[in-house]
């Protein structure tokens, strides 16, 4: 059997278990009453994992940098009505990629050209190898990659980007797309087939 090329199998590999932060539930409690400051806490410590995962889904800084601004209006309004039976990161990427997907659909209809290749995309795995040649490969791979993402069903694209690439566990990420984790598991299963088939007919 042929090896994976690095880039797809980072993207096939297992997360690693995601840590808790124990902080983040009294700055909860606080935004929740109100406060702004604790709030501005919570933004900084998932606006940048949150605008990465936009850009990586909608391939678009502007739209992703705008989705992800939305995303966090929104999480301030919605708050007091968060009960912390998910995790917040897990909230908040549910209310991301809804957003992302009302975007997607309103650009189609506008029929935009402005998109950015997941090698350029802010913390984009980076190349194993040195030298030119290797990284002239490298971004080769990881546009193939993308195209190979945007042939996927959005069901299958949503499981493989948020376990492998944004790191959320099965249960995680059941919760952001609303489903049991043994249906993240078989959706996670079909997107790794699906993926690989493409990757080894394309050329």
């Known amino acids: 059997m042929t090896a994976l090329p690095a880039s797809l199998d980072l ?3 297992e997360p690693e278990a995601a840590t808790h932060e124990s902080v983040e539930q009294q700055k909860i ?3 929740q009453a109100g406060d702004m400051t604790a709030f501005a806490w919570i933004v900084q410590q998932h ?3 949150l605008f990465h995962f936009c850009c990586r889904w909608l391939r678009c800084t502007e739209d992703a940098r705008e989705v992800c601004q939305d995303a966090f209006v929104r999480a ?4 007091p ?3 912390g039976r998910a995790k917040l990161s897990t909230w908040l990427y549910q209310i991301a990629l809804n957003l992302c997907r009302d975007r997607a659909k309103t650009r189609a209809t506008r029929q935009r050209e402005s998109t950015i290749a997941l090698d350029e995309v802010p913390h984009s795995p980076e190349c194993p190898k040195h030298g030119p040649a290797a990284s002239a490969e490298w971004q080769s791979e990881m546009q193939k990659l993308e195209r190979g993402l945007a042939v996927l069903p959005e069901k299958l694209r949503a499981v493989l980007m948020l376990t492998t690439m944004e790191g959320l566990s099965h249960e995680e990420c059941a919760d952001v797309l609303n489903c049991s984790a043994r249906g993240i598991e078989g959706r996670l299963y079909r997107a790794r087939q699906m993926l690989m088939q493409w ?3 394309e050329r």
């Open 81 to 83: 009505e968060f009960e």
């Open 76 to 79: 301030w309004q919605a708050l």
């Open 199 to 201: 990757w080894n007919e």
């Open 29 to 31: 409690r606080a935004a």
């Open 47 to 49: 606006e940048e994992r």
């Open 11 to 13: 993207l096939l590999s």
